[in-house]
Structures are given as structure tokens and as C-alpha cells.
């Protein structure tokens, strides 16, 4: 099979790594396995959802992000920010002090990209009334979903709504903005402040679209350790940038749990948690969900609050962004007469639709019908013999992940250290043939004799 992998941000350190099964076990894909004593990642299997991060005991797991000096390669700046960024710092922080340094840092322009919320509602709204495909219609909010959704429920990819999240639609706006000031393309750089490692991935690989209108992605916690910073230590007077912008109650709650399913009719489900998610989709693969017009899935734990890359504790960034909602829609705040992006709704409409998602099955097992079926055979007789109790110390997750490893060549039966037992103590194999085997897996270093007096 042709093998065509994914961009992925999520990046082990061998070095620090010391493959303690952790990312193994949580990993919604089943896309890690243990070799030699390090993780290691199934491109195709991978979905960026963070989860192996998150488990880490060592940090051995790292989100790569693009060089910061590259925003300098422009002429024109333009910083996307996320509203859940707001929600990192503490109530003592005003939102022009945050805007100053990200200006400061070097950016001409900053943009919170839940401002073209409203445009995507009423796009969505169009799209459910004139797409008369099976419900529900699932968001392609989080990149994480709509990949998890092409590798491991293919069937279902033809329910994602083809419309630009609001990523990048504010980049288009912003872009087209830019350019009828008279700039031209490639003086324009646009960079997104991401919450999590998915949507890093989204922006170099994307999907449904031929590239992305975003030049690179900075990490939240990298800029909020930057204006944190720059803001304990200047107390004087600094430039203020100018907030002209036309931020809502809802748009700040967009990227919160609910906050796309409360703006659509019909029975609307919001799912937050990948593994949470994992159990709904089943449930709609296996048709016992059928009466749901809409779902709003998110990868992570009270969605982008509880990103990998957030600094603060999702419930008291959740609690502070509503708060700043509540206050928004109180004081109504000096705004410009005329919303900017109002002036490019035609444009931004006659560009919101995406290409059709291709499924990316990773159950696939050939391309050739009946060589796919020789090899759910041998899945099933290999089963027959494993143990089953998914025990992780054959390098693989669960007993079903290493019978398909092996199915394919990728393993040997032999890892299972209950056959293992079984073949040494027939004298099929011999005790050191047995623990080659084992170091093969874990490496060679975990099985050294250490000295109980150095510790």
C-alpha cells in the first residue's frame, strides 16, 4: 500500500525518552508502539490530539513550532490569536496590555480570529438547509476530529461540514484586507497562536484545501511566557495598541464546549474529550445515534480551555472568559461604525467551501480486496492464541494491535511474553532467544543489572 503520511508536530526525544508504555496506553489511534526502548509514532495513525504529551512523565513528547524571527521575512505582520490566549492570564492583565507587547514583539497587526464567527454561523445555517446528506452534520472545528475521523471511522467522513473554520477565515479576511491596502501577497505573513499541536499540523498539512493561507504557527505557552514576562518587568508607560475590534459574547465562547452547538437548530450535541468522542462516533457508526441534526466535537478536555499548549487551568480560563464575555455584552464597547469584515462577507463567502475529506482508514489492511482478507484471517487465528488481557509487553497497546502488526509485517508473534513462557518452556526457543527478544523491544539498557547500594 502506498504510503502517504500526515505533517505532525507532535515529535519523541529519544534521548529523554525512557519508553515507559505511558503515551502507549492513552493514544485514542492506537498509533504508538515501543521499540528498542523508545516510542515511536504510526504517522498515519497519529492524529495530533496531544493525548501522549499530556502523559509524559519525562517531557520526552514535544510540540515542534516554527522559528519566531520568520515573521520578520514580511513586511505586513498579522498575529491570529485564539480568545481562549485571553483567558491564560490573570484578571490583573488588561487586554490592551496583552495587545501591546504581542505589537511589541513585532507584529503590525493583531486579530482575534473568533471575529469572523458570525460569517461561519450564517454560512453553516445555509449549508445544513441546502445539504440534504444523512445527519448529523459534525464541525470541522478541530482538526483532530476531522483526522481522527478519516483513520479511524472512514465511513463517516462524508458528515463533516465542508466550510473554513474560523482559522482560516480570518486569514482569508485578513489577507484580502491587507491587500486592498495596496500590500502585495508575498509581503503579507500570517501567524497563528495555537492552543494545541493539532491545529500546527492542520496549517502544514491541511485538509480539504491545496495549502494554507496561514505562513506559520507560534505556540501559545511560547507567547504567553513572552508577554508574561515583558509585563512584570515593565512597569513603566508603553505604547497602547489600538483595539478596534468587534469581539462578541459568542464569539468569545466559540471555542469553548457549546459554543458552536447553542448557535444551531435542531437536536445539537457538543462532545468534548477524544476518547469521549471516540464512543459517540461508534455509536453513530453502529446507527444506535439517529436523530442528531448537528455535533460539535472537540479533542480536548473542555475543548481548546484545556489545550495542550494552555498554561493555565481550563476551568479558571473557562471562568475568565465568560466573565470577559458578560462584560463585552454589558458595556457594549466603543467600536468603529461599520464592522470591517462586514465590507468582504460577499468575498469571504464565495471562498468558505473546502474539498471533500478522503478517508484514511489505518484499519485498511491492503488495497487488494482479497489479500485484506487473508489478513483478517490471520488476525483472527493469531488472536485465538494471545492471551488477550492486553498487558502492553509485547511494545504494543492491546493484543488485537500487535496480531494486525503482525498480520502486516511489522511484528512477530514472539513479543508476547506469554508465548514467550510457552515456546521456552516446549524448547522451541531458549532462554536467551527469549530475552533478545525482549530487549529488542525495551532495549538493552532495561535490562542491565544495576547496584541496589547506589540508590
Not at 25 to 52: F, L, M, Q, S
Not at 91 to 100: A, N, P, R
Not at 180 to 187: L, R, V
Not at 368 to 382: G, L
Amino acid at each position: 500500500m502506498e504510503e502517504v503520511h500526515f505533517y505532525h508536530a507532535l515529535k519523541v526525544v529519544d534521548e529523554v525518552c525512557i519508553g515507559c508504555t505511558h503515551c502507549m496506553n492513552v493514544c485514542p489511534t492506537a498509533a504508538i508502539r515501543v521499540k528498542n526502548g523508545k516510542a515511536r509514532i504510526n504517522k498515519n495513525a497519529c492524529v495530533d490530539c496531544g493525548e501522549c504529551l499530556k502523559s509524559c512523565p519525562v517531557n520526552a513528547i514535544i510540540v515542534e513550532q516554527d522559528d519566531f524571527t520568520q515573521i520578520f521575512n514580511y513586511k505586513q505582520r498579522v498575529a491570529l490569536l485564539p480568545t481562549v490566549l485571553l483567558g491564560q492570564f490573570p484578571d490583573d492583565i488588561s487586554e490592551k496590555q496583552i495587545y501591546s507587547v504581542i505589537h511589541e514583539l513585532g507584529f503590525t497587526h493583531i486579530y482575534e480570529v473568533d471575529e469572523t464567527v458570525d460569517v461561519l454561523i450564517g454560512a453553516t445555517r445555509e449549508y445544513m438547509d441546502h445539504h440534504h446528506q444523512e445527519r448529523p452534520f459534525i464541525s470541522s472545528f478541530c482538526p483532530a476530529i476531522v483526522r481522527l475521523i478519516q483513520v479511524k471511522f472512514p465511513a463517516l467522513v462524508d458528515h463533516i461540514i465542508r466550510l473554513k473554520p474560523v482559522i482560516d477565515i480570518s486569514a482569508l479576511f485578513y489577507r484580502k484586507k491587507l491587500m486592498n491596502e495596496g500590500f502585495k501577497p508575498d509581503e503579507i505573513g500570517v501567524f497563528y497562536v495555537t492552543p494545541c499541536a493539532a491545529k500546527i499540523a492542520a496549517v502544514k498539512s491541511p485538509v480539504g484545501e491545496e495549502e494554507s493561507l496561514i505562513n506559520g504557527v507560534i505556540n501559545m505557552d511560547f507567547i504567553y511566557n513572552k508577554v508574561l514576562l515583558s509585563i512584570k518587568q515593565n512597569t513603566s508607560e508603553r505604547k497602547k495598541y489600538v483595539l478596534d475590534k468587534h469581539i462578541s459574547r459568542r464569539s468569545i465562547g466559540w471555542t469553548l464546549t457549546n459554543g458552536e452547538a447553542s448557535q444551531y437548530s435542531g437536536r445539537c450535541l457538543a462532545i468534548d474529550e477524544i476518547h469521549n468522542v471516540i464512543e459517540v462516533l461508534e455509536k453513530l457508526e453502529n446507527e444506535e445515534i439517529t436523530d442528531v441534526d448537528f455535533l460539535e466535537l472537540r479533542a480536548c478536555d473542555h475543548s481548546c480551555a484545556g489545550g495542550v499548549l494552555a498554561t493555565e487551568n481550563r476551568f479558571l480560563a473557562i471562568e475568565r472568559l465568560r466573565k470577559r464575555a458578560a462584560w463585552y455584552h454589558r458595556n457594549k464597547p466603543v467600536v468603529l461604525e461599520e464592522k470591517e469584515i462586514e465590507k468582504y462577507t460577499s468575498y469571504l463567502l464565495d471562498n468558505m467551501l473546502i474539498k471533500d475529506v478522503e478517508p484514511r482508514s489505518i484499519v485498511s489492511l491492503d488495497s487488494d480486496m482479497m489479500v485484506a482478507m487473508q489478513k483478517m484471517k490471520k488476525i483472527n487465528r493469531i488472536m485465538k492464541v494471545l492471551p488477550g488481557i492486553d498487558c502492553g509487553a509485547c511494545g504494543a497497546p492491546r493484543c488485537q494491535a500487535l496480531a494486525e502488526d503482525v498480520a502486516q509485517g511489522k511484528a512477530k508473534m514472539t513479543q508476547c511474553v506469554f508465548l514467550q513462557k510457552m515456546l521456552t518452556k516446549e524448547g522451541l526457543i531458549s532462554p536467551q532467544e527469549s530475552f533478545d527478544i525482549s530487549e529488542n523491544t525495551w532495549g538493552k539498557k532495561r535490562f542491565e543489572k544495576k547496584n541496589l547500594n547506589d540508590h
